[in-house]
């Protein structure tokens, strides 16, 4: 990953949906000025990311708010219609957001890009998870391999909060 701890999230327009309709919008806009989580992963309903990865954060969302953390993001290479959908089918509630990276703006910025064509789902983002204040990055926790959730996982970054 290009993006190192102490850098400022880079400003590009992500989506989200607003209102049941989709909205473009630069990410700073979006994470504002507090500390917050963002954690990236490969794709909507797709396997760890769904048996694992965003359920961690749901199950364990309020202790994560509850250690100073304003608000947590959920990223995907996905359309902001997909990520909707992947998030009210697991009840994420309000204490998380969901957002879109179709055209990776985002995530080859940051040097999460992934290829993941030989399993059809194209280039997609690696499995990572944030801690922000302020729009600078405080740590970052990167899989290896986008198959494992283990130091991005809920759990792993509520030890370090």
């Not at 179709?102 to 059809?120: H, M, W």
Request: charged share 25%; hydrophobic share 40%.
């Amino acid at each position: 990953m290009k993006l190192k701890v102490k850098d400022q999230i880079p400003d590009v327009k992500i989506f989200h949906l607003v209102d049941g309709e989709p909205k473009e919008q630069n990410i700073s806009d979006i994470l504002g000025p507090k500390k917050i989580i963002l954690f990236g992963l490969p794709g909507a309903f797709t396997a760890t990311c769904s048996k694992f990865h965003l359920p961690g954060y749901v199950k364990n969302s309020q202790q994560i708010l509850d250690k100073g953390i304003d608000k947590i993001f959920c990223l995907a290479v996905n359309d902001p219609y997909v990520m909707n959908a992947w998030g009210e089918a697991n009840k994420i509630g309000e204490n998380i957001t969901m957002l879109a990276d179709p055209y990776l703006s985002f995530t080859k910025l940051i040097g999460a890009e992934v290829d993941r064509n030989s399993k059809g789902m194209g280039n997609r983002s690696n499995r990572y998870a944030m801690i922000i204040n302020n729009l600078e990055v405080q740590n970052i926790q990167e899989e290896e391999e986008t198959k494992n959730c283990g130091i991005s996982s809920a759990d792993s970054i509520l030890s370090i909060i």
